[in-house]
């Protein structure tokens, strides 16, 4: 069906590792059928953006995606919102309330955090898996439904089973497609792709360029906090050292407490051994077509220029000189002597 063409997958699930291409292929092959799937996977390995690919990919994507977080509604009004009620079905009930069941009719229901789930819930959810029927509360009679049911949990429901936590019966109904995230530290050569598609996603005034020793501290990280963690650390970077190039002294910081952080200045940053270099130059300035009318300072101008170019390079060349020197036309030495001039020798 996308032949040639990006499919929602592709475009959402972003990474080049095995695992992930692996991720892509099930979201494209599972969102053909409407068995339940349940994704498991440490916080903020990206199973939500899975169950939103899978829906994009299925024929009900122009249907609601509706997604409930099963741990963050109070365990007395989680009936209420899964299966909505009739007008004065308990105190407080001023009005009739369509439920998240009903909602999504017609397309998927994302229920996130399922290991939470209320025993006395999990029950009246299974009724609704096999008989495909909502009763609102105070409602005397059932509203059919047709519902995609994809659910996620970061615990070990096989634990949760055996525990008699969770009952055996639902997990079998809602597992019927069982599928793991791995976590971002299992796949560590998805860093770079990550940080490129969060930096032009999140992008507001400036953007901190990563050198590669910068990259490669990236990737050495354990990520407790996987893609979520990564999409935090490239908000904080913008904000702290937007405009400007970064190495792996500032990652370290930033990866830290930033009480501890000294703020970019490039001069500053040189003075001590640091990493920090402006990115790029100013543009404006450079692109301004000179009328002659006042003078310039034409050796400042070509150095400001000549270092932003060498700032693109070691960028483009994810900071190895002989490449960057290549892209530049230099010689290596050449360039090494100009990365000296300006402080960038530390990249
Ligand atoms: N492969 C990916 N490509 C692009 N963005 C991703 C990817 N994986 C995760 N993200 C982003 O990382 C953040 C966390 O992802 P998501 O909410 O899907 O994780 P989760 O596993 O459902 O977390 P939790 O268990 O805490 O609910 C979101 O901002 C999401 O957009």
Known sequence: MYVGAVSPADRMIVGK??????????????????????????????????????????????????????????????ESELFGHERGSFTGAHARRIGRFEEANGGTLFLDEIGDMRFDMQVKLLRVLEDRLVTRIGASSAVNVDIRIISATHQNIADAVAQSRFRQDLHFRLGVLPIRVPSLAERTEDVPLLVEHFQNYLAGNGRAHLSKAALDRLEQHEWPGNVRELRNFVERANVLFGGMMIGRNEVEELLGCLGRIE??????????????????????????VWSGESPINLKELLETMEL????????????????????????????????????????
């Open 17 to 78: 590792s095995r695992a992930v291409e692996h991720l892509r292929q099930l979201a494209r092959r599972v969102a053909q059928a409407d068995a339940s799937i349940m994704i498991t996977g440490p916080s903020g390995a990206g199973k939500e953006v899975l169950a939103r690919a899978i829906h994009e990919e299925s024929r009900r994507a122009s249907k609601p995606f509706v997604a409930i977080n099963c741990g963050a509604i109070p365990a007395d009004l989680i």
């Open 263 to 288: 703020l970019a200045d490039a001069a500053a940053s040189a003075a001590r051994g640091g990493t920090v270099v402006p990115f790029p130059a100013n543009d404006e300035a450079q692109a301004r």
């Open 308 to 347: 932003e170019r060498i700032q693109i390079a070691l960028d483009m060349a994810q900071g190895v000189v002989s490449e960057a020197a290549r892209l530049l036309t230099l010689k290596r030495t050449t360039l090494i002597e100009k990365m000296r001039k300006y402080s960038i020798g530390a990249l």
